[in-house]
């Protein structure tokens, strides 16, 4: 027998090694299957725990975008209010004016009527005429 177990000449194998064919045929009994779920386990606990706090990160900056978003959206509503406000405003400033030429217009039609001339000159001349 030689001097190093691990020499395998021609020699037997030593008992303690686990030959293939029997490492196999434990591996299919799942002699082994226990140590292998219980890593298995883990590994899915730990990626789930990883998971959930991704995603709790995930939801987290979500929220606080849309938090920012809502800010924006009430600001331009708002904003649109008033240029809403400031245009009906312009709005009623323009109709006024406009009534107002309309009505300078309308006054200018009758005073340079011939008849409104004459009935100038008729109230001038009463004006200056003394009555006894």
Do not use: C, W
């Amino acid at each position: 027998m030689p001097q190093n177990p691990l020499d395998i000449g021609i020699e037997a194998v030593p008992s303690k090694i686990i030959s293939f064919t029997a490492f196999k045929n434990a591996a299919n009994n799942n002699i082994l299957m226990p140590l292998r779920k219980d890593k298995v386990k883990h590994k899915a606990k730990y990626d789930s725990q990883d998971t959930q706090e991704r995603l709790k990160a995930e939801v987290a900056a979500l929220q606080q975008e849309l938090a920012i978003v809502k800010q924006e959206k009430a600001e331009l509503e708002n904003l649109l209010k008033q240029q809403e406000e400031a245009r009906k405003i312009q709005v009623q400033e323009m109709q006024i004016e406009i009534d107002l030429n309309k009505l300078a217009h309308q006054i200018a039609e009758i005073t340079q009527t011939d008849y409104f001339q004459q009935l100038q000159i008729e109230v001038e001349s009463l004006r200056h005429t003394k009555i006894p």
